[in-house]
């Protein structure tokens, strides 16, 4: 049963037209985050969302935004992506405790043209 | 700083060899930590947590707190161990973050 969904899995687009990536989640976990992973590279949180708290990574570029409607979905919107936006993007959830276990979508995997 | 270090980019032993993927890290507090495993074409799924004390497909992990580490270690190596291994932390310090180790390749071969 998939927990965490994310669509599309793979997304082409042009240079500088925005794209917007989705995740769902059925574990009504109240955290959820979007990772961008490159070749061979460990997973870099972009933000998070603590309900419908936003919390921006310092480095995370203005180009990318972030929506959560409720708590089933999160949407990262790249404004204008850029040659350099192609990576894996991964959304995760996890549940506030003591352990902070975070199960993770099948991620997207972006190409910029 | 909180940050977590695997010395190690690819490792690669033989099938039926102990394998040990070293983590470190620093952290102000009490950390969290856990061990994520990304098999090829799989999501990125979590393999153990030092709280757990548990043992997974084999695999054990002790959290040192005076060496500040956390290597996971199995005493005989499959092939299908063949893996992407992340080290990762959290704690209260870091709200609900977890942070990532670089990550260390493992390949078992036969």
């Known amino acids: 049963d998939a927990m965490v969904i994310q669509n599309p899995r793979y997304q082409v687009t042009q240079f500088g037209k925005p794209v917007t990536l989705s995740c769902s989640q059925t574990l009504n976990h109240n955290v959820m985050y979007w990772y961008q992973q490159k070749s061979s590279q460990a997973p870099k949180l972009l933000f998070h969302?603590?309900?419908?708290?936003?919390?921006n990574e310092a480095d995370t570029p203005d180009n990318f935004q972030s929506r959560r409607p409720n708590t089933s979905f999160c949407f990262l919107d790249i404004r204008s992506p850029g040659l350099g936006d192609a990576a894996m993007y991964l959304c995760?959830?996890?549940?506030?405790?003591?352990?902070?276990?975070?199960?993770f979508g099948p991620g997207t995997r972006l190409t910029v043209l | 700083a909180q940050r977590v270090t695997q010395p190690e980019k690819l490792l690669s032993v033989f099938k039926g060899a102990p394998v040990e993927l070293k983590c470190n890290y620093s952290?102000?507090?009490?950390?969290?930590l856990f061990w994520y495993v990304q098999y090829s074409r799989q999501r990125l799924q979590l393999l153990l947590r030092h709280i757990s004390r548990e043992s997974i497909k084999g695999f054990t992990a002790d959290l040192n707190k005076g060496e500040t580490s956390f290597h996971l270690k199995k005493p005989f190596a499959q092939e299908e161990d063949s893996a992407m291994y992340y080290c990762?932390?959290?704690?209260?310090?870091?709200?609900?973050?977890?942070?990532f180790g670089a990550g260390t390749r493992l390949f078992v071969k036969a």
């Open positions: 995760a959830t996890t549940q506030p405790s003591s352990y902070n276990e975070q199960f």
């Open positions: 952290y102000s507090g009490s950390p969290e």
């Open positions: 990762a932390l959290s704690g209260r310090t870091g709200g609900f973050k977890t942070i």
């Open positions: 969302y603590y309900d419908k708290d936003f919390n």
